[in-house]
């Protein structure tokens, strides 16, 4: 069965310091892996995806997040925090053409201090 | 920009209600699916909805449940009888594809049966 786990609950780090974010995948096949971003009180917000393409995905507002395969990992990274990615970030997995729904991690919430 | 919509944003309802939310899909998506997150735990498949029928549903999704597409645009979440356990954020999202593709989220209904 397919799975994500996200390795923290909750991420603290200061206002212009690197962060990240760590994801383990368990998955039969080739999965696509995304991550979901959800500010207090909105919906959810697809930050990055990677569909078997190449292995270091950009997404928007600066966060990355490579795919390692001999690591089953998706870990998502910024170089510099900023106050505004206070949220809550989620790692998914869709299993390879097998219908559309999303696996969701936990879920880690992230503070940023000023 | 397209983006899902999701009516209420808030429902309180008594136990034993009826209870229908409602979303507006991006209009070209072909693939809609329901969501639901209970407070303080991770975001939860439901079913996923396409050519009028369901394609999947976990096992969440009992005979209490059930989905429309009334009319061509909207896509409706009802719930036969209302539990405590049912209150939850509820989720619905699109896509184009299906398979191997990010879906797009609404802001959520939060439901609260009381």
Known sequence: AQSVTQLDSHVSVSEGTPVLLRCNYSSSYSPSLFWYVQHPNKGLQLLLKYTSAATLVKGINGFEAEFKKSETSFHLTKPSAHMSDAAEYFCVVTPYNQGGKLIFGQGTELSVKP | ?114
Request: hydrophobic share 35%; aromatic share 14%.
């Open chain 2, 1 to 114: 920009e397209p983006e899902v919509t999701q009516t209420p944003s808030h429902q309180v309802t008594q136990m034993g209600q009826e209870v229908i939310l409602r979303c507006v899909p991006i209009s070209n998506h072909l693939y809609f699916y329901w969501y639901r997150q209970i407070l303080g735990q991770k975001v939860e498949f439901l079913v996923s909805f396409y050519n009028n029928e369901i394609s999947e549903k976990s096992e969440i999704f009992d005979d209490q449940f059930s989905v429309e597409r009334p009319d061509g645009s909207n896509f409706t979440l009802k719930i036969r009888s209302t539990k405590l356990e049912d209150s939850a954020m509820y989720f619905c999202a699109s896509n184009r594809r299906g398979m191997n593709t990010e879906a797009f989220f609404g802001q959520g209904t939060r439901l609260t049966v009381v």
